[in-house]
C-alpha cells in the first residue's frame, strides 16, 4: 500500500474500499486531495470482487475490480487502510473532523509477507470462506482471495480459546487438537512440548481445567482433551523412545540450581536449559518426579510414563543429582549457581488434631501414598478404612485403599458433597469403584484398643449456610456415630517443606515463600520460588505454570534485564463461550462425545493398572472433530513454521490512531438480507436452496467447485430456479423496498447458467421484472430468447423431496391462478439488500440524518447528491439508497464533486 | 508457446493460474503488451519462424478498457497472421486466440493444454 | 367485466375491507390450505375492481376460509387477508343471508 | 537510443524465502544473466522487495551507474510500482526498469518440474533483459489543462453542471440552444420522490447561475466547431443573430437532455379528447387545478397506459425499445399527486412490470395506498382505447385475471411516453462522439467510465446519455465535473508516456493507422517533402491498435517497441525449453 | 349440497343472543370440571376457560349428526330448524354428548390447575359467570351479534372485579387480548395464556418424560397471538424431545378445524393433511387448542397418537405421588 505519511492530516476520510468508495478516492486523489480510505476487510474491492460477470454486459468482474483495486493500492494520492476500522468521528472546534481508527491485527507482518500463501496449506484450522459465501472452506491462516489488494495474508483470530486460556500451565490445547484432527500427531506432540513439558504425566494425571471449559462442554459435551493428549503422547513416546533432540548449542554460561524436582522444577528446568542455561536439579528423595512420582497412585499415571517424560528434561543437559538435601541457599550461592529456583513442594500431611490421632493404623496421606508408590503399602486388606478428607488427595487414597484390599472405604468429609473440593468425575468414579461418601460427619475422636485405631467417633458437622470453602462449620450435635475401622488416612492439607530455609529467606505463616506473585522473585534476588511453595498445595498444571513463569523472570535475571516491564503471558482475551456455542447450535448437527474405554469396576479395583485405555487413532481424531474452534486460530504455530519470510506475529496487536480529515465520505455500502429470517423459503435447512451471491460464486471462474454443481450431493443442476425479491418488497420482513439489482442480477445469472449449462431448465418466478437501466430492457428480451422461463407469481414456499429436489409453490397468477407446484433442483434465493447502518454509530456528536428506512439521508438529493445534514459529510452509493454498479459509481463521483467544492468553498483552510 | 498477454487482464488470469499452483507446461512463455488489438502479425511469424511451436494470444476480451471493440479488432489480427503464416508455409492453426479474462486461471490451462496437444498431434512444423 | 369502482366502499360500511396493498404476487393463494383458487387474491381483486356478482357467487368459497392466516402471515403487502374475509361474510350475512340483525 | 551492447544493466534475481527457489535454481539464472552482453551487475536476493535489498539494488545503481535494471520476481501487480520507485530514489528513469514474473508464471506453475522452470525462467530474464537493453527513457507527458469549461445545454443536469464547476473555480460557457434556460423540468409541477416543484428548483438553479460572476450563459445559441485536445479546446459558437463566438476550454460538457416521445395519432387513442400525455398531465397539475378539470370535463376517473413509446419490440420500427426509467415512478406519483388533490378520482394504471425500482417503491405503495388500481396487459394485447358516445372507453385483457377483458369508462386518459433522444446528429459531427443503438450518446464504458466518452475532456451527462429523472441527471452531471476537475484543477495533467510513436522515416502515410485508432490521435503531418502520420501523444492511450495495421511497421508503443517485442521473441526462443 | 350456511349461521346467532352461547350447555355441565378442586369464587385473577374445552364433545356430537345431513337432501330442514331454535334449544338435541368424552376434556382444565398450583399461580373461577367469549360468531362475520355479546361479557368481568385472566385456550385468548379491546370501549383485562404464564416459571421437571413428539401450532397462538415458544420451553423441560414439522411455528398448517361445522368434509381433509404432515416426523402429536386436539383427534389414523400438552406437562411436572 502506498505509505503516505500517517502522521498528517488528510482531505478526505473515505469509510469502505467497495466499488463506491475507491471510485470517490480515485477521483477525489485524482484532483489533488488527500484521501485516507479506510476499509474494514482484508482487502479493497467490496462485493463486487465476489461477483461473476456483471449485467448488462456480462463483462467480468473481476476484470473491472482489479486495476481500480490497484490503482487505490499504488495511487500517491491516497493512503489505504485495510482490516481497519473507524471508531468515532468528531467534528474539531477548528473545523474538519477528528477520526479515531482502530488497524485490527492480522498477526502478519504485512511489510514482510510476499503474499505466497504457504501459510495456507499448512493451517490446521478450517473456516467457513466469506469469499465464497461460505459455500466452501478456507483456513484460518488465508489470503481474502487471489486477486486481493494488498495481497497479504491474514490470521482469523476471534480471541484465545477458553482451554488454552484456561490451562495454568501454558499448554495450548486447540493447538494441538487442531494438528491431531489434522493428523499431524508428532507435530501436534511437538507443539505441546513447546509450551510444556511432561506431556505424558499431563495426559494421565491432570485435572484438566481445560475440559471444564470447553464450549463443547456446554453441548453435547466436552471434548476429550486429556484423552487426545494421551493418545498423541503414547503414540509419540512408542514411535520415538529417546528425544528427538540434544542440548542447545549455544550456552549462556550461567548455572542455576533448581531444588525438588517435582512439576514446578522440571518445567523451570526445561525451559532454563532451553534457553542455554547450565540447570542442576537437586532432589531430596532417592528418585526424582516429587509428588509425580510419591503423589500420585500409578493406576493414575504408571511410572514408565514419568520416565520418558523426565527425558524431555534430561535430553537438554539437566543434571538430576538425587538424595541431595538442601540446608541452605546461601551455600548454593558459594557454590557458583547464579540463581536458585526453591521447588520443594509439599511433603508434609496435616495431623487430625483430635485426640487418638497419633494410633496406629492412623495415616497421613502424602505418607500413605508414599508407600504405596514405593510398594511397601501398609496392610489394609479386609479392613474398614476411613479417609478423612474432600479433596483429591482423599479421593487417590480412599481408591488406593480399595485397590490395596480394604474391605469398606468410608470418606468422611465434614461439609456437603457439593462442597467437596475434589472434581466431580474423580468422586463419581469413586463411588463406583465402591467408596462410600460419609458427608457431613467430622471426625470427632479417634477410638483405640490396645494403640491400634478400632473406631472413628464421628458426630454431625454442616456449614452454616452459603457456598464455598470459607463457609463457617456447625458441629451437631444431635449426630453421632461410631464408625468400626482398622485404619484412618488424614487427607486434610499438605505443609510445604521450606522450613530448613526460614532464615534465609520471608516466608508466611503458612510456611509458603513470599514471593513476589509476577516475578516469583523471593527476598533474596537470586532465589526465586514456585509450585507448593508459593500456591500450597496446587495441581501439577498449576505447578507447571509456577516452573514455567520462573524460568521466564530467572532468565531475564540471568541476562541483567529489568524483570518488570515486560509481561510474560500476553495472550488474546478468551472468547465468548457463549458466543460460540450459539453459533454452533444453530448450523451444526450435534456431535456426541467420545469417551475413552475403562475396565469394568472389579478389574479395575483389583490392581494399581491403568483403568482407562487410551484413545484409538478413530476415537481421538473423532474426539478432535469435535472441536469448535473457538478462537479460530488454534495457535498451533504451524503457520510460523512455513512462512519463509518470517511474517507471522502471533503477539500483534490492534494499532490504533487518530488522524483529521476535513471531510468524511460514508461508503459503507449495503448489507444483504439475511435469508434465514424467511423461514418459508427453508434457507439454511435446506443444502440446496442458496443466495444470489452464493450462486454468482458458483458460476465464477473462481468458483469453489469448479463446476456448476448443487451443494448437497454435487450433481449438476438441471432444473434451476430464481425466487426474486427474496426479502425486498415484503412487508413480512420489514423491508417494503425494491432491491433494484436482483432482478438483473438473475437474469444474469440465468444466462450464465444457460451457457454453462445449455440443457437446463431455468425459471424466474417474479412480481415486477424491473429491467429499468441502460441496456437492461435489451438484456431481459435476450434471456427471454435463451428460453429462460418467466414466471409471474411469487413463491410462496420451498419444500424438500426425499431426494433433495425442491417443490416450490408459487401461484400461476396469469395462467389462471391457483397453487401450483413445480419441482427444481436447484433454487436461488435473490436476497435483496439492506442498509447498513453501521456508519451512523460513528459520529457520537449526532450522526448525519437518516430516512425512515434506515439509509443515510441527502437531504436535497435532485440537486445536491452525496451530501448529507453535516456539513463536511458525504455519502455515495449504496449507503444512501440500494444502487447497482454503474449509478454507484456515477453517485460516487458526483459526491467526489461536491466533497471537490466543500474542500474548495470559499474560506475554507487548506 | 509463445503467449502474448495483456498488462491488464489476462496476466492477471495467467498469474492465477500460476498462484493457484495449476500446472501447465514451463515450454509455454509469456510476452506482456498492453492490449491484444496491438499485437503486430508480424511478431507471430517472427515466434514461429524463430523456433516457437504456437502462439496464442490471451486477447482481453469484452472487458478492455481501451476499446470497446477489442475482440474484433484482435480478431482482424489473429485472421492476418494466420494468412501470413500460411504464406510462408506455416499451418495457420499454430496460432490460436481465446478472450482470457482476470479469473480465467482453469480456462487459460485448458487451452494450453488442448494448443499443446494440438500441436504436439500435428505434423513436425514444415519451414517453408 | 364491467368495473364499479364504488363497490368496495359499500363493503367498508360492513367493516374494513382493505386490500389496496396487494401487488399481485400470488403467495396468499399458494399457501391456501384449501388450495381455494379464488381466494383470497383474484376475489379480493374483483371486489376491488366492482365485481359484486363474484361476492355473491362464491358465498360457499368465502365461508369454507380457515381463517388460518397462513396467507396474512407470508403476505408481502401486508394484506390483512383474514379480517377481509370476515367483512365479506358480514356483508354476505346481511345482504344474501338476511341476517342484518345478527 | 543508445546501443544495447554498451548498456549497463543490472539484474536481480528474487529467491522469494523459496517460493522461487524451491523451483527455480536461482543462483543458475543469475550465473546465465550475467553472462549477458551489457549486464554489469547480477545479484540473488532472498526477499527483493525487502528494504535491505531495495537498499542494495539502489547501492548498486549508484555504484555501478546503471542505466537499467531488471528485477525477476513476483507478478508486476505486485510490485511494478514498489520497484519503479526504487529506480526514481536511485536515479534511474523508472521506464528503464522491467519487471520479469518468475513466481506466478514461473516457479508457482511448474512445481513439478524444476528443471523446466529454471530454463523458462532464464529465458524470461533474458527477454526481460533483451527489452530493457532496448529501453529508452521516458518522461510523463505533461499538458497544461485551462481552467475552462464549455456546458452544452441549460436545463437541469447542465445548470448543476456549470454551478458545480463554478464552485471549483472553473470558468463556464453554459450553451443552451433555445431562448430560455431550464429544459423540460421547468414545465413541470411536483417532481417525485420529493414534492419539490420543477419550475422552482430550475428557477432556483438559473437565478445561481445568474449570481455567479465566472458562468457565461448564452442562450439561443450553438455549438458549431471544435478543434484541439483535452485541456485545450478551441471552440467556435455561433448566436442566433449569426455572431461566431470563438473560446477556448479544458473540457466539454454535453447537458443536450431529451425529448418526451410524441405517439403516433391514434396510438392508443392518442388524438381523441381526453386523451394525452403524461407530460401534458403534468404541465396541466402543474397549475394545480380544484376541482380536477381538463379540457372542460371533470375528471372523476383516470386510465394511464404505460410503456407508450417504451419497451416496443425492435421489429415494429420505432426503435424504442429501451425502457425508459422513469415513467412508473413518475406516474406512481402523478397519481398520488391527483390524490392530494381530489381522493375520491379513480385512478387504473395500465402497466407491464411496475419499475419503480429502490427506494421509488415507496411511490408505488404510496399509489396503492390511495387507492389506485393496477391492471397488467401484455405487449401482445395492448388496452384499446376508443370513443363512444363521447365518452372514452379503454378495454384491457388483464393479465392478473388470466386475461379477463377489462373494460373502464375513464374520463381521461394518459399516455405514459417514455425519453427519446434528441437529433444529435449535427453535434455527433462536431464533436465526434458517438451514439449508441438507442440514440443516446454512448459512454466508454458503462463501469469504469460512465461519464466519459472516447473523445478525452468530453462528457455526457444527464438524459443526452439516458432516461434518467432529475436526481439521476444531476448525478451524472457532477460525476463529470469530478472527471473535469481531475483535468483542470491543477493546470495539468501527466499522462502515461508509453504511447504510440511513428518513424517518418519508414510512413509512408496510408492513413490506416488513422482508421484504426479509436481516439482520432493520429494527425496528418508534412515530414521533409512527405507527408507522414504523428501520434499526439496526449489523445493517444498506448494501447496499440495502430501497431498491427500499418504496412510499414513504422509505428509502434513505446516500451513495446518493434524491435523490443522481437528481441525478446528471440532471447524466448533461443532459451526454449 | 352443504349444509345451508344462512340457517346454520343464524341459529349461532340466535342463540349467541338469546342464549349467551354458540352452543349453551348448561351451568352444570360447563362448571362440572371443577368439582372437588376447591377453586376459589372470583378474584382479580382467573382462570377462564370460555367454555371452549366443555364444549368440545358438543361438538363432536353435532358434528357426527351433521356429517349425516351433508350432501343430503335433509338439509332443507335447517330453515325449519332454526325458526324452532329460536323458540326452544335445540342445540343439546344435536349435541347429545358421551359422559366419557366429557369426562375426558374436563380433565384437560383439571390438569391445567394443577400446572398453574405446582409453579405457585394464584387465581380464581367465575363457574356460573365463566361465560363463552364468542370466537365462533366472530370468525362467521356475525359482528352485530358479537358486539351485543363482547359488551355483555365485559360486564361480567367487570361485575366480578377481574382484572387479569389466565386463558386455556387459543381462541378465547385471542377473543380478550386482540377482538374485544377493539369492540367494547373501556375494555381492560390483562390476558394470558396459561402456557405463557407457565412459561415465565421456569417450573422443574419432577419426572422428566425422555420421549420424542412433534408438535402442532394451533393458528391463533402461532399467528394471531404470538404463542410459539411457551409450549417449546415447557416441553423442551418435561425432557419431550420435539422434532418440527415441515410447517411449524408462524408457518403452522390449519387442522381445519374451523370449517368443522359448516364443511365437515373439507375440514377433514385438511386435517388429514395435517396428519400427514405431522406423522412424516413423529408418531405422537402434541396440540394446545381444544379444537386442532378434537379434529385432528379425528382425522387420526390408529398409529398416530393426538396429545393435550397439559397431559404432558403434568406428567412431567406434576407427577402422581407414589
Not at chain 1, 496421606?365 to 478404612?385: E, M, Q, R, S, T
Not at chain 1, 452525496?866 to 444502487?883: E, Q
Not at chain 4, 505533461?142 to 454551478?163: F, I, K, M, N
Request: proline content about 6%; aromatic content about 6%.
Amino acid at each position: 500500500m502506498t505509505d503516505v505519511p500517517a502522521t498528517s492530516g488528510y482531505d478526505v476520510l473515505v469509510i469502505g474500499a467497495g466499488v463506491g468508495g475507491m471510485e470517490s478516492a480515485l477521483s477525489l486523489g485524482d484532483m489533488g486531495f488527500k484521501v485516507l480510505l479506510v476499509e474494514k476487510e482484508a482487502s479493497v474491492g467490496g462485493r463486487m470482487i465476489l461477483l461473476s460477470k456483471v449485467f448488462p454486459t456480462l463483462d467480468c468482474a473481476s476484470c473491472i475490480s482489479t486495476p481500480k483495486m490497484a490503482a487505490v493500492g499504488h495511487h500517491p494520492n491516497v493512503r489505504s487502510l485495510v482490516y481497519s476500522e473507524v471508531d468515532e468521528i468528531t467534528a474539531r472546534p477548528e473545523g474538519g473532523f477528528s477520526v479515531r481508527l482502530t488497524q485490527k491485527p492480522t498477526f502478519v507482518d504485512a511489510a514482510k509477507c510476499t503474499g505466497c500463501s504457504l501459510c495456507e496449506p499448512v493451517c490446521p484450522v478450517p473456516v467457513p470462506d466469506e469469499f465464497n459465501y461460505d459455500l466452501a472452506g478456507r483456513r484460518a491462516a488465508h489470503i481474502a482471495f487471489p486477486q486481493a489488494v494488498p495481497k497479504k495474508a491474514v490470521l482469523s483470530r476471534r480471541g484465545t480459546s477458553p482451554c488454552s486460556f484456561t490451562c495454568p500451565a501454558g499448554v495450548k490445547p486447540h493447538g494441538y487438537i487442531a494438528l491431531v484432527r489434522a493428523g499431524k500427531y508428532d507435530e501436534a506432540f511437538r507443539q505441546h512440548l513447546e509450551d510444556a513439558p511432561l506431556v505424558g504425566v499431563l495426559s494421565r494425571a491432570c485435572y484438566a481445567p481445560c475440559e471444564e471449559s470447553c464450549t463443547r462442554a456446554d453441548l453435547e459435551g466436552t471434548v476429550s482433551i486429556r484423552g487426545i493428549k494421551r493418545f498423541m503422547a503414547d503414540r509419540y513416546y512408542a514411535a520415538h523412545p529417546e528425544p528427538e533432540y540434544g542440548p542447545p548449542k549455544v550456552l549462556s554460561g550461567k548455572k542455576v540450581a533448581i531444588v525438588g524436582s517435582g512439576p514446578s522444577g522440571l518445567t523451570a528446568a526445561f525451559f532454563l536449559a532451553k534457553a542455554g542455561h547450565t540447570v542442576t536439579i537437586l532432589e531430596s528423595a532417592a528418585e526424582p518426579g516429587g509428588m509425580l512420582r510419591w503423589g500420585i497412585p500409578s493406576y493414575r499415571l504408571p511410572k514408565s510414563v514419568l520416565e520418558r517424560d523426565l527425558k524431555n528434561i534430561t535430553a537438554l543437559g539437566v543434571q538430576l543429582h538425587t538424595g541431595v538435601k538442601v540446608g541452605s541457599l546461601e551455600a548454593l550461592r558459594s557454590d557458583g549457581y547464579d540463581a536458585v529456583f526453591l521447588a520443594t513442594g509439599t511433603v508434609g500431611g496435616r495431623t487430625l488434631g483430635v485426640s487418638g490421632d497419633h494410633l496406629k493404623g492412623v495415616y497421613d496421606a502424602v505418607g500413605f501414598l508414599h508407600d504405596v508408590n514405593a510398594d511397601a503399602p501398609p496392610d489394609v486388606a479386609g479392613k474398614n478404612v476411613a479417609v478423612i478428607g474432600g479433596g483429591n488427595v482423599a479421593i487417590d487414597c480412599a481408591r488406593s485403599a480399595l485397590r490395596l484390599g480394604a474391605k469398606q472405604v468410608y470418606l468422611v468429609y465434614r461439609r456437603s458433597r457439593e462442597e467437596m473440593p475434589a472434581h466431580a468425575w474423580e468422586i463419581r468414579d469413586a463411588e463406583e469403584e465402591g467408596v462410600h461418601l460419609a458427608c457431613s460427619w467430622d471426625v470427632d475422636q479417634v477410638v483405640g484398643y490396645d494403640g491400634r485405631v478400632w473406631a472413628l467417633e464421628l458426630v454431625g458437622s454442616s456449614s452454616t449456610g452459603g457456598k464455598g470453602r470459607k463457609q463457617a462449620l456447625a458441629r451437631d450435635e444431635s449426630r453421632r456415630e461410631t464408625l468400626p475401622v482398622g485404619a484412618v488416612i488424614a487427607a486434610i492439607g499438605l505443609t510445604p517443606a521450606t522450613s530448613p530455609f526460614s532464615t534465609e529467606i520471608a516466608r508466611a505463616a503458612n510456611g509458603t515463600v513470599k514471593a513476589t506473585p509476577e516475578t516469583l522473585q523471593t527476598s533474596l534476588p537470586y532465589v526465586f520460588a514456585g509450585g507448593d511453595d508459593v500456591l500450597g498445595p496446587s495441581s501439577i498444571a498449576d505447578s507447571m505454570g509456577q516452573g514455567r513463569r520462573a524460568a521466564f523472570y530467572i532468565d531475564r535475571y540471568l541476562r541483567g534485564v529489568e524483570l518488570s516491564g515486560t509481561v510474560f503471558d500476553d495472550p488474546l482475551p478468551e472468547v465468548d463461550r457463549a458466543q460460540v456455542a450459539a453459533e454452533a447450535r444453530t448450523d451444526a448437527p450435534a456431535r456426541l462425545p467420545v469417551p475413552a474405554p475403562r475396565l469394568a469396576v472389579g478389574d479395575r479395583i483389583a490392581s494399581f493398572v491403568d483403568f482407562e485405555a487410551g484413545l484409538t487413532e478413530e476415537e481421538a481424531r473423532a474426539n478432535a472433530n469435535r472441536c469448535l474452534d473457538c478462537g479460530i486460530c488454534s495457535e498451533c504455530r504451524q503457520c510460523v513454521a512455513a512462512c519463509p519470510a518470517d511474517a507471522i506475529d502471533l503477539g500483534m496487536r490492534a494499532r490504533h490512531e487518530t488522524v483529521t480529515a476535513r471531510s468524511v465520505v460514508l461508503a459503507t455500502g449495503f448489507s444483504p438480507f439475511d435469508a434465514r429470517q424467511k423461514p418459508a423459503y427453508g434457507y439454511g435447512r435446506l443444502p440446496n436452496v442458496i443466495t444470489g451471491p452464493q450462486m454468482d460464486r458458483i458460476l465464477a471462474p473462481t468458483r469453489p467447485f469448479n463446476a456448476v454443481v448443487r451443494p448437497s450431493d454435487g450433481k449438476t443442476p438441471s432444473n434451476v430456479a430464481f425466487v426474486l425479491c427474496t426479502g425486498s418488497r415484503d412487508d413480512q420482513v420489514g423491508n417494503r423496498l425494491c432491491s433494484r439489482v436482483c432482478c438483473m442480477y438473475s437474469m444474469k445469472q440465468a444466462q450464465l447458467l444457460m451457457g454453462s449449462l445449455p440443457l437446463a431448465d431455468v425459471t424466474i418466478y417474479y412480481i415486477d421484472i424491473r429491467a429499468f437501466g441502460k441496456g437492461y430492457e435489451e438484456f431481459y428480451r435476450q434471456t427471454q430468447g435463451m428460453a429462460v422461463s418467466f414466471v409471474k407469481g411469487k413463491v410462496s414456499r420451498i419444500e424438500p423431496t426425499d431426494d433433495q429436489d425442491l417443490l416450490v409453490h408459487y401461484e400461476d397468477v396469469e395462467g389462471g391462478g391457483g397453487e401450483k407446484v413445480a419441482r427444481h433442483d436447484l433454487v436461488v434465493l435473490a436476497v435483496g439488500l439492506l442498509p447498513n447502518t453501521g456508519a451512523l454509530k460513528l459520529f457520537p456528536d449526532g450522526a448525519p440524518a437518516s430516512d425512515v428506512h434506515a439509509y443515510i439521508s441527502e437531504p436535497d438529493e435532485e440537486l445536491e447528491p452525496g451530501k448529507t445534514s453535516l456539513a463536511g459529510v458525504f455519502v455515495i452509493g449504496s449507503a444512501t439508497a440500494v444502487r447497482d454498479i454503474p449509478d454507484t459509481i456515477v453517485h460516487s463521483e458526483a459526491a467526489s464533486a461536491q466533497v471537490a467544492a466543500f474542500l474548495k468553498r470559499p474560506g475554507a483552510k487548506a | 508457446m509463445l503467449v502474448f498477454s495483456t498488462n491488464a487482464i489476462s496476466d492477471m488470469g495467467i498469474d492465477l493460474a500460476g498462484s493457484s499452483h495449476l500446472d501447465y507446461a514451463a515450454s509455454v512463455e509469456v510476452i506482456s503488451v498492453p492490449c491484444s488489438s496491438g499485437i503486430h502479425p508480424e511478431w507471430i511469424l517472427r515466434a514461429i519462424r524463430a523456433g516457437f511451436d504456437g502462439v496464442f494470444i490471451a486477447a482481453d476480451g469484452p472487458e478492455c478498457s481501451y476499446v470497446s471493440d477489442c475482440v474484433e479488432r484482435t480478431g482482424r489480427v489473429v485472421a492476418e497472421a494466420q494468412a501470413l503464416l500460411e504464406k510462408s508455409g506455416y499451418d495457420a492453426g499454430r496460432l490460436k486466440m481465446a478472450a482470457i479474462c482476470s479469473v480465467c486461471a482453469e480456462p487459460f490451462v485448458h487451452h494450453m493444454r488442448q494448443f499443446g496437444d494440438a500441436l504436439a498431434s500435428a505434423s513436425a512444423p514444415a519451414v517453408g | 367485466m364491467k368495473t364499479d369502482p364504488t363497490f368496495v366502499d359499500t363493503l367498508r360500511l360492513g367493516g374494513e375491507f382493505d386490500a389496496r396493498m396487494c401487488m399481485n404476487c400470488g403467495v396468499c393463494t399458494a399457501l391456501c390450505p384449501l388450495g381455494l383458487e379464488i381466494l383470497p387474491r383474484k376475489l379480493f381483486r374483483r371486489v376491488l375492481l366492482g365485481d359484486h356478482t363474484a361476492v355473491e357467487g362464491q358465498e360457499t368459497t368465502i365461508f369454507s376460509c380457515l381463517l388460518c392466516r397462513l396467507c396474512e402471515q407470508n403476505c408481502p403487502g401486508g394484506v390483512h387477508i383474514a379480517e377481509n374475509v370476515r367483512t365479506l361474510r358480514t356483508y354476505l350475512n346481511r345482504e344474501v343471508h338476511g341476517l342484518a340483525e345478527a | 537510443m543508445t546501443d544495447e551492447k554498451s548498456r549497463r544493466i543490472g539484474v536481480v534475481v528474487c529467491q522469494c524465502g523459496g517460493n522461487i527457489s524451491d523451483y527455480v535454481d536461482t543462483e543458475k539464472v543469475r550465473e546465465a544473466a550475467s553472462h549477458e552482453p551489457g549486464v554489469v551487475s547480477t545479484q540473488v536476493q532472498m526477499f527483493a522487495c525487502s528494504d535491505a535489498a531495495q537498499q542494495d539494488a539502489i547501492r548498486e545503481i549508484r555504484e555501478k551507474k546503471l542505466d537499467g535494471i531488471v528485477v525477476c520476481s513476483c507478478s508486476p501487480k505486485l510490485h511494478l510500482a514498489t520497484f519503479r520507485a526504487m529506480a526514481e530514489r536511485a536515479g534511474l528513469n523508472p521506464y528503464e526498469y522491467t519487471q520479469v514474473n518468475i513466481r506466478e508464471q514461473c516457479s508457482w506453475a511448474h512445481t513439478h518440474d524444476p528443471a523446466g522452470a529454471t530454463a523458462k525462467a532464464t529465458g524470461l530474464v533474458m527477454a526481460g533483459i533483451a527489452r530493457t537493453a532496448r529501453s529508452q527513457p521516458l518522461e510523463p507527458i505533461r499538458v497544461e489543462t485551462l481552467p475552462q469549461a464549455l456546458v452544452l445545454g441549460a436545463g437541469v443536469a447542465g445548470l448543476r453542471s456549470a454551478l458545480a464547476l463554478s464552485d471549483l473555480g472553473i470558468s463556464v460557457h453554459l450553451v443552451e440552444s433555445s431562448d430560455h434556460a431550464g429544459g423540460q423540468v421547468m414545465r413541470w409541477g411536483d417532481l417525485f420522490p420529493h414534492d419539490k416543484v420543477g419550475a422552482e428548483l430550475v428557477a432556483s438553479l438559473v437565478a445561481e447561475v445568474g449570481r455567479r460572476e465566472n458562468i457565461q450563459l448564452y442562450l439561443g445559441t450553438e455549438l458549431v466547431e471544435k478543434s484541439g485536445r483535452v485541456g485545450a479546446f478551441s471552440v467556435r459558437l455561433r448566436t442566433f443573430t449569426g455572431d461566431q463566438i470563438p473560446l477556448k476550454v479544458g473540457a466539454i460538457v454535453v447537458a443536450t437532455g431529451f425529448e418526451p416521445y410524441t405517439p403516433k395519432p391514434d396510438e392508443f387513442g392518442y388524438g381523441l379528447p381526453g386523451v394525452i400525455t403524461l407530460p401534458e398531465l403534468k404541465e396541466a397539475l402543474a397549475r394545480r387545478p380544484k376541482p380536477l378539470v381538463y379540457g372542460g370535463r371533470e375528471i372523476r376517473s383516470i386510465a394511464y397506459i404505460y410503456c407508450v413509446g417504451s419497451r416496443q419490440s425492435a421489429d415494429d420500427g420505432t426503435g424504442h425499445a429501451y425502457c425508459s426509467r422513469y415513467c412508473c415512478s413518475a406516474t406512481s406519483h402523478i397519481s398520488t399527486v391527483v390524490n392530494g388533490l381530489d381522493a375520491s378520482v379513480k385512478q387504473y394504471h395500465l402497466f407491464r412490470d411496475v419499475r419503480t425500482y429502490g427506494k421509488y417503491e415507496a411511490l408505488y405503495e404510496s399509489a396503492l395506498r390511495g387507492g389506485s388500481l393496477f391492471l397488467r396487459y401484455g405487449e401482445e394485447a395492448p388496452p384499446v382505447v376508443r370513443s363512444q358516445d363521447g365518452a372514452l372507453v379503454v378495454q384491457v385483457k388483464d393479465r392478473l385475471l388470466g386475461g379477463e377483458e377489462v373494460e373502464l369508462r375513464p374520463d381521461l386518459v394518459v399516455l405514459v411516453t417514455g425519453m427519446v433522444p434528441r437529433d444529435n446528429a449535427a453535434l455527433t459531427r462536431v464533436l465526434k462522439i458517438p451514439v449508441g443503438q438507442d440514440g443516446f450518446f454512448r459512454e466508454v464504458h458503462v463501469k469504469l467510465r460512465p461519464v466519459e466518452t472516447v473523445v478525452d475532456g468530453v462528457f455526457i451527462v444527464g438524459t443526452a446519455q439516458g432516461p434518467k429523472n432529475v436526481a439521476e441527471s444531476v448525478q451524472s452531471a457532477l460525476a463529470a465535473v469530478s472527471k473535469a476537475g481531475a483535468l483542470l484543477l491543477k493546470g495539468y495533467v501527466d499522462l502515461d508516456p508509453q504511447v504510440a510513436k511513428v518513424d517518418p522515416n519508414l510512413c509512408v502515410w496510408c492513413d490506416e493507422c488513422t482508421k484504426a485508432c479509436p481516439y482520432g490521435a493520429i494527425d496528418r503531418v508534412a515530414y521533409g517533402d512527405k507527408e507522414v502520420a504523428e501520434v499526439n501523444p496526449i489523445l493517444c492511450k498506448g494501447e496499440g491498435a495502430c501497431v498491427p495495421v500499418c504496412p510499414k511497421q513504422a509505428v509502434s508503443v513505446l516500451g513495446y517497441t518493434h524491435e523490443q517485442v522481437t528481441s525478446m521473441i528471440d532471447a524466448l526462443a533461443k532459451e526454449a525449453v | 349440497m352443504p349444509v345451508p350456511i344462512s340457517a346454520t349461521l343464524g341459529m349461532l346467532g340466535d342463540n349467541l343472543r338469546k342464549r349467551r352461547s354458540a352452543l349453551p350447555l348448561g351451568r352444570r355441565v360447563s362448571t362440572a370440571w371443577a368439582r372437588g378442586l376447591d377453586l376459589p369464587h372470583g378474584g382479580s385473577t382467573v382462570l377462564y376457560t370460555g367454555q371452549m374445552w366443555q364444549m368440545v364433545p358438543a361438538i363432536n356430537a353435532m358434528s357426527r349428526q351433521l356429517s349425516k345431513y351433508e350432501n343430503s337432501r335433509l338439509t332443507g330442514l335447517f330453515g325449519f330448524a332454526r325458526t324452532l331454535n329460536r323458540l326452544v334449544n335445540l342445540t343439546p338435541l344435536l349435541a347429545r354428548t358421551k359422559a366419557s368424552e366429557r369426562r375426558a376434556y374436563n380433565e384437560r382444565l383439571r390438569n391445567i390447575v394443577r400446572l398453574l398450583r405446582a409453579a405457585g399461580v394464584e387465581f380464581g373461577y367465575l363457574y356460573a359467570d365463566d361465560v363463552y367469549a364468542g370466537g365462533l360468531a366472530h370468525d362467521e362475520g356475525l359482528d352485530r351479534a358479537l358486539e351485543e355479546h363482547a359488551r355483555w361479557v365485559w360486564e361480567v368481568f367487570r361485575r366480578n372485579g377481574v382484572r387479569r385472566v389466565i386463558t386455556v385456550d387459543p381462541h378465547t385468548t385471542n377473543m380478550l387480548r386482540s377482538v374485544f379491546p377493539k369492540l367494547v370501549p373501556g375494555f381492560s383485562l390483562e390476558v394470558r395464556s396459561y402456557l405463557e404464564v407457565l412459561a415465565e416459571k421456569r417450573l422443574t421437571a419432577r419426572a422428566p418424560l425422555e420421549r420424542t413428539a412433534t408438535i402442532h401450532d394451533s393458528c391463533v397462538y402461532a399467528r394471531y397471538e404470538n404463542v410459539v415458544e411457551p409450549p417449546r420451553t415447557l416441553l423442551a423441560g418435561a425432557g419431550v424431545r420435539l422434532a418440527e414439522p415441515e410447517l411449524s411455528g408462524k408457518m403452522t398448517f390449519c387442522c381445519g378445524g374451523p370449517i368443522e361445522m359448516l364443511f365437515p368434509g373439507k375440514s377433514s381433509e385438511v386435517a388429514t393433511k395435517r396428519i400427514n404432515q405431522l406423522k412424516a416426523v413423529d408418531s405422537r402429536v402434541v396440540t394446545a387448542c381444544p379444537l386442532c386436539y378434537a379434529n385432528l383427534s379425528r382425522a387420526a389414523p390408529s398409529d398416530v397418537e393426538i396429545h393435550d400438552i397439559s397431559d404432558y406437562l403434568v406428567e412431567a411436572y406434576c407427577p402422581v405421588e407414589a
